[in-house]
């Protein structure tokens, strides 16, 4: 592990007083890196569901974006899928949201993660609009790295 006279951790990454330079908790600093002011993951993929809006997806990446199907939710109701993830474990954070809707104006898709578990989550879509929501919606996703103890 390497040692610091001085540092910041944030969300379990450990930077170190030399800008950009960082270490995660284990010693590597391979994935997360710090770009003018924000944190990415250099770890990302896309995938599109097919079927239905509860139609699960595979992404293996630590980072992405999921292109559901044409949503068909009515106002107040919600959906909810699989991602199948093999870097994700049971501590892991997952957090979404909604990258992009191009539908109807009334239509508000909102996500959220319910459950995370070793090698998935489940993301839930929820309509807060006055209306049905009749468009693709894009929906980021991070995995950050937790541990129980």
């Known amino acids: 592990m390497k040692k610091f006279i001085s540092y910041l951790m944030i969300l379990g990454l450990v930077f170190a007083p030399i800008a950009g330079a960082y270490y995660l908790p284990d010693g590597t600093d391979t994935v997360p890196h710090i770009t003018t002011g924000k944190t990415t993951v250099a770890d990302g993929g896309t995938v599109t569901q097919v079927t239905s809006i509860t139609t699960g997806v595979t992404l293996n990446t630590l980072s992405g974006q999921i292109t559901t199907v ?8 919600d959906a909810t899928f699989t991602v199948t993830n093999s870097k994700v474990v049971a501590t ?3 957090i979404c949201s909604t990258g992009s809707y191009a539908g109807t104006a009334d239509g508000i898709p909102v996500c959220q993660i319910e459950q995370v578990g070793a090698g998935s989550f489940d ?3 929820r309509n807060t609009g006055a209306a049905t929501l009749d468009a693709v919606i894009v929906l980021n996703y991070v995995v950050i790295g937790g541990e129980s103890s």
């Open 123 to 125: 993301v839930n879509i």
């Open 70 to 77: 044409s949503a068909g939710l009515a106002t107040g109701v």
């Open 92 to 94: 892991d954070v997952v």
